[in-house]
């Protein structure tokens, strides 16, 4: 079995999407773990508001709900929930 790295960097800022653990099964239901990775990218944003860049590591479908709301509608959601961003 391998070693298990990495787990932390691995998760998303926003939505807290992480890796996910399951069994690979063989035809002959031999199981072995493995690993989900979520499909997280590392993002720079501008906020208008603030004047500023930040950089965050998000999964790709929080990307999708950024381009529809806007980095500054999902960053006030985040905030009002206790992420710190």
């Known amino acids: ?11 998303c800022q926003i ?3 992480k890796v996910q653990f399951g ?6 239901i031999n199981k072995t773990r493995r690993r989900f990775n979520a499909n997280i990218v590392s993002k720079r944003f501008y906020i208008p508001e603030e004047d500023k ?3 965050l590591k998000v999964s790709t479908s929080v990307l999708k709900t950024i381009n529809k709301k806007g ?13 710190k961003v």
């Open 53 to 55: 860049w930040i950089s």
């Open 23 to 28: 069994n690979n099964v063989s035809k002959a």
């Open 71 to 83: 980095i500054s509608a999902v960053l006030k959601e985040a905030r009002a929930k206790g992420i």
């Open 15 to 17: 939505s807290g999407k």
């Open 1 to 11: 079995m391998q070693p298990i790295t990495n787990i932390m960097s691995k998760i």
